[in-house]
T-cell receptor, first 115, second 114 residues
């Protein structure tokens, strides 16, 4: 079956612009989580969506937002981009709540560069 | 707060030697600890996990140990091979049922020297 698909793979934006990233989970998975990966900081949790509702949120400013559609596809939006937003953005899907037997399947990520 | 510390940040070992990566978590309610391997340019993939009611788990050359009292858990790789070279992330599950999330460590870059 198809894995987690993230688009686009690479993106270059200018400071102040906004960006939208997309994540299509594995068929049947209802939970989509987003992470920011930067060197030295590891993977930092942004938010999780389940059945079109934000179920969990990390400690990121309000410029970072997301949504989930009825087909479980999720989008992440970053407004007023800053240089520090340059990172690999990973999404991960799971059937329900993560844990034993129900772990994440990650996408390949979107590499965002802000110039 | 929720935090996972991971050490070392980089680790170089000779092929055939063992590698150990250590993590410490802060939330005493955490009860599930997965380890992910991320090869260069690829997505993180689950390699092994452990529940809090178990002290050790092995899968071929990989093992994970957990000390709940000290809030430590470690990844052990024996007889390392060049294909083990990657970044390894530990994680702790936090939150309540239905709202779980993972807190990841900052990663360990393992280099296995041939």
């Amino acid at each position: 079956k198809a894995g987690v698909t993230q688009t686009p793979r690479y993106l270059i934006k200018t400071r102040g612009q906004q960006v939208t990233l997309s994540c299509s989970p594995i068929s049947g998975h209802r939970s989509v989580s987003w992470y920011q990966q930067t060197p030295g900081q590891g993977l930092q949790f942004l938010f999780e969506y389940f059945s079109e509702t934000q179920r969990n949120k990390g400690n990121f400013p309000g410029r970072f937002s997301g949504r989930q559609f009825s087909n479980s596809r999720s989008e992440m939006n970053v407004s007023t981009l800053e240089l520090g937003d340059s990172a690999l953005y990973l999404c991960a899907s799971s059937f329900g709540s993560v844990g034993p037997g129900g772990g994440y399947t990650f996408g390949s990520g979107t590499r965002l560069t802000v110039v | 707060g929720e935090n996972v510390e991971q050490h070392p940040s980089t680790l170089s070992v000779q092929e055939g030697d063992s590698a150990v990566i250590k993590c410490t978590y802060s939330d005493s309610a955490s009860n599930y600890f997965p380890w992910y391997k991320q090869e260069l340019g690829k997505r993180p993939q689950l390699i092994i996990d452990i529940r809090s009611n178990v002290g050790e788990k092995k899968d071929q050359r990989i093992a994970v140990t957990l000390n709940k009292t000290a809030k430590h858990f470690s990844l052990h790789i024996t007889e390392t091979q060049p294909e083990d070279s990657a970044v390894y992330f530990c994680a702790a599950r936090v939150g309540a049922s239905g709202t779980y999330k993972y807190i990841f460590g900052t990663g360990t870059r393992l280099k296995v020297l041939a």
